[in-house]
């Protein structure tokens, strides 16, 4: 009986093994780690991926072969309005392997959080999973950048909306600029440079 075993895995006994005629030979298949038994083929025709076969009552010469396949895990990758996460979706990960993500705010936005399998690392631009043994989750959430526009008015008059005002990037903003009775406006300045 001519045994073999592709890459990821072992079979026992392996090479060729000589039999009696009308005795009996188990054959143990055995997967490396990281690696699962993707097939088993008796004499050409495929048994499945079983971990072990038995030739019994052995009449002829006979074929065993094992092949494998990586073990491979799933880190599901999504980000929420205003930015990016690479790679997206559901990424493939073999068993052991590293897999590394970038967080990628738009124009206007910053990182909000980032969650790994629903815990928050921080508000990180990439993150990496080492030695990769199960499943995962990663997701990014981003926030609108505000700016504060501090707006003061003199003796005289009034200017609305005052104070600080908070306002999204990209977004407008109007005041207005009134005199008391008895005054005029002389001067609107913003940031610094008149307006008239």
């Given at each position: ?69 990586p073990i491979t895990y799933t880190i599901a990758a999504s980000a929420g309005t205003g930015g990016t996460i690479s790679p ?109």
């Amino acid at each position: 009986i001519t045994a073999s075993a592709g890459t990821g895995g072992t079979i026992s006994p392996s090479g060729s093994v000589s039999l009696s005629h009308g005795s009996s030979q188990s054959f143990t298949i055995s997967p490396n780690a990281g690696y699962q038994i993707a097939s088993v083929t008796v004499d050409s025709v495929s048994q499945g991926a079983i971990s072990s076969y038995t030739f019994s009552n052995i009449t002829a010469a006979h074929t065993i072969s094992a092949t494998f396949s990586p073990i491979t895990y799933t880190i599901a990758a999504s980000a929420g309005t205003g930015g990016t996460i690479s790679p997206s979706g559901n990424v493939a990960v073999n068993y052991g392997a590293n897999q590394t993500f970038t967080i990628t705010p738009n124009t206007g936005y910053t990182i909000a959080d980032v969650l790994v399998d629903g815990a928050s690392v921080g508000a990180v631009s990439s993150y990496t999973f080492s030695n990769v043994t199960a499943n995962h989750t990663i997701s990014a959430t981003f926030s609108v950048k505000t700016y504060t526009i501090t707006a003061s008015a003199g003796t005289g008059g009034t200017i609305s909306p005052s104070g600080s005002v908070s306002v999204s990037h990209g977004s407008s903003q109007s005041f207005s600029i009134a005199a008391n009775t008895g005054y005029t406006i002389s001067n609107v300045t913003v940031d610094g440079v008149s307006q008239g």
